[in-house]
């Protein structure tokens, strides 16, 4: 469960077991009364996730359940609860999708660049994309995207959350926005990919050259 601590302002993720509690994760959290929370965990194997407001803010590792009930509880206080949901992580209960897109050119190529649906983390990074006049990438779906060190050039809408369907989870970080480049639409925690590989990322913006340098037939580096 994820609580907040009001005399001591602090966010915790705690394991109730048996009437006793143990801290898995805690940090610092301004608690305000009289002020609605978005409160959101998630389970991917044995790691645990808690968000706040979108905002990933504990992990925590535990393999003691996999399975049980969802509610909300008060001690010694009181708060209203609103629209619990409880949703799969991926299309079911099948594995989560996982997909790395890196040392790409999209050149005039005017949408799916990629359009992610579903999977977490999809990792775009490093790539070159260029006049893409719809859309560079598209995360939607409840899929989560990580959009780092890429290099976009005149492109109308370097990526977004809102796309033709349901809304998508996006973080973005150290990407160049050259030419008439538009604005990111982005929102949401996203799993990292180095949980589940090791990268290096290279400056953004080196990536034009070293993309465009590496294009064509017989050429393989990075």
């Known amino acids: 469960m994820i609580s907040i601590v ?11 077991v048996g009437g006793s509690s143990t801290t898995l994760a805690a940090t610092s959290f301004t608690v305000t009364t009289g002020t609605w929370h978005t409160l959101r965990i998630d389970l991917n194997g044995a790691t645990l996730r808690g968000y706040i407001n979108g905002t990933l803010l504990l992990t925590a590792n ?13 001690f ?16 079911g209960p099948t594995p989560t999708m996982r997909v790395s897109y890196h040392h790409n050119w999209f050149d005039d190529t005017p949408q799916r660049n990629p359009r992610a649906r579903f999977g977490e983390p999809a990792h775009i990074f ?25 290099y976009f050039e005149d492109v109308e809408e370097p990526m977004t959350i809102h796309y033709a ?39 953004a913006s080196d990536i034009k050259t070293i993309v465009t340098q590496g294009a064509g037939v017989g050429k393989i580096g990075f």
């Open 126 to 150: 490093n790539n070159y994309y260029f006049s893409n006049s719809d859309v560079g990438v598209a995360c939607q779906a409840n899929a989560g995207c990580v959009v780092e060190g890429n």
């Open 6 to 16: 009001q005399y001591n302002n602090q966010l915790e993720l705690k394991k109730l």
């Open 165 to 203: 369907g349901p809304t998508g989870r996006m973080v973005q970080r150290s990407n160049v926005f050259a030419g008439e480049s538009g604005t990111p639409v982005v929102g949401g925690g996203v799993i990292e990919p180095s949980d589940y590989y090791g990268y290096s990322l290279q400056n």
């Open 76 to 91: 010694f206080a009181s708060a209203e609860f609103d629209d619990f949901i409880v949703t799969s992580i991926g299309p």
């Open 62 to 74: 535990d393999s003691q359940f996999s399975s049980g009930n969802v509610g909300g509880a008060t």
